[in-house]
């Protein structure tokens, strides 16, 4: 049974380039969570989706950042235009109940590098 | 105020005695509360839940809640070198999305 994948792992991105960062939930999750963390800081929410859904988009950026969960296939988390900091660890979670009654699973995370 | 508050640590504790971790909470709303550990360069995983006020052991892990004080915390009984990690607390406050705290970063001396 497969966890929470996330591609790519390491990711290299030039200022002004876009970043894709996918997430694939649990078998049967249809909550989807994206957090960003920095070096030696804890986890920042970013959103939470459900199918086709975003249910909580308050810890977004309001310009250059955008995240989906298409009806087939995994969750984008999008960067356009990146900048050095945007440089972190974007982790996904998924559960099988909302955020309030159930575990979050988390996948390895992706690492984004902007030069 | 942060939401979720946490001593960053390092706490440093001999192999065998108890880590104490502690935790605050500024939305009196809040329904339930995790403890998730994250090795360095790796992903959180949940440890342990809670919901009602009290204690609540599981294994080496109790968890304690205290709702009048906004107050989560975490014992670790029986320190292994392996416990050596960042635990990160978390809280849902009033259904909303779970929010961690910063971490307290544990050191477990042999």
């Known amino acids: 049974n497969a966890g929470v994948m996330q591609n790519p792992r390491h990711l290299v991105r030039r200022r002004g380039q876009e970043a894709r960062l996918r997430c694939s939930p649990m078998k049967g999750h249809s909550h989807v969570y994206w957090y960003r963390q920095l070096p030696e800081e804890g986890l920042k929410f970013m959103v939470y989706l459900q199918k086709e859904n975003i249910i909580d988009e308050s810890g977004m950026p309001k310009e250059r950042f955008s995240a989906e969960f298409p009806k087939e296939g995994p969750s984008i988390l999008r960067i356009q235009q990146v900048v050095r900091g945007d440089s972190a660890a974007y982790f996904c979670a998924s559960s099988l109940q909302g955020p309030d009654t159930g575990e979050l699973f988390f996948g390895e995370g992706s690492r984004l590098t902007v030069l | 105020q942060k939401e979720v508050e946490q001593n960053s640590g390092p706490l440093s504790v001999p192999e065998g005695a108890i880590a104490s971790l502690n935790c605050t909470y500024s939305?009196?709303?809040?329904?339930?509360f995790f403890w998730y550990r994250q090795y360095s360069g790796k992903s959180p995983e949940l440890i342990m839940f809670i919901y009602s006020n009290g204690d609540k052991e599981d294994g080496r892990f109790t968890a304690q809640l205290n709702k009048a004080s906004q107050y989560v915390s975490l014992l670790i009984r029986d320190s292994q070198p392996s416990d050596s990690a960042t635990y990160l607390c978390?809280?849902?406050?009033?259904?909303?999305?779970?929010?961690f705290g910063g971490g307290t970063r544990v050191l477990v001396k042999p």
């Open positions: 978390a809280v849902t406050p009033a259904g909303n999305k779970l929010t």
């Open positions: 939305d009196r709303g809040s329904q339930s």
